[in-house]
């Protein structure tokens, strides 16, 4: 039997007209911005297709970021060279159709975000994620993301724990 979703690079062939996730900006997002974004080589987006039916259940952006290597825990730091920065890889938006919200796509993105990091030559020390509001954030610390001390609302992951934790 075929998977249920197919999780490939956003192209022409996607329809994003009928997407809703409850969120106006993050729909119009999809609609209007994504594509442009990509020619601009700011954002890298990848959807989540339905493979009976081709709708577009889903969507993650993802674009290079680095951290501040003094804002991450001690614990962390203590482990590191003292470089000023640390690489990192920013979940800029992860969108879930309210249609298919509850079954497990999000966390399916947050897997194919870190496979697909995984697989670039670049080495990349962390995930990075500005949550929209306070039940994103309760989403991502369910998967194992921390708070900045200095910034509630921004979580990092390291890749070593989400290699061991999300796939
Ligand atoms: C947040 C969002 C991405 C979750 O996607 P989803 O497909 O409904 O979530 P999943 O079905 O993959 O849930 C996976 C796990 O996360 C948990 N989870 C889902 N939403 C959660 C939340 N808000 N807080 C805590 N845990 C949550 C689920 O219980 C599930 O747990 P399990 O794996 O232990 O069973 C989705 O609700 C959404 O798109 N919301 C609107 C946009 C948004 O806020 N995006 C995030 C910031 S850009």
Redesign the pocket.
Known sequence: MSAPFRLQPLSEEHDRGSFA???EA?DRYIRTQATQDIRRRIAACFVAVESATGQLA?YYTIAAASIPTPDLPAEITKRLPRYPTLPAVRIG????DLR?????????LLADAVRRVLLAPPAVFALL?D???D??V??Y???GFQAFASQPRTLFLSLATAEKTLL
């Open positions: 996730c409850g969120q993050l889903a938006r992860l969108v879930v298919f919200q509850g079954r497990g796509l999000g966390g399916a994620v949550a929209k509001d039940q994103a309760t989403f610390q369910h998967h």
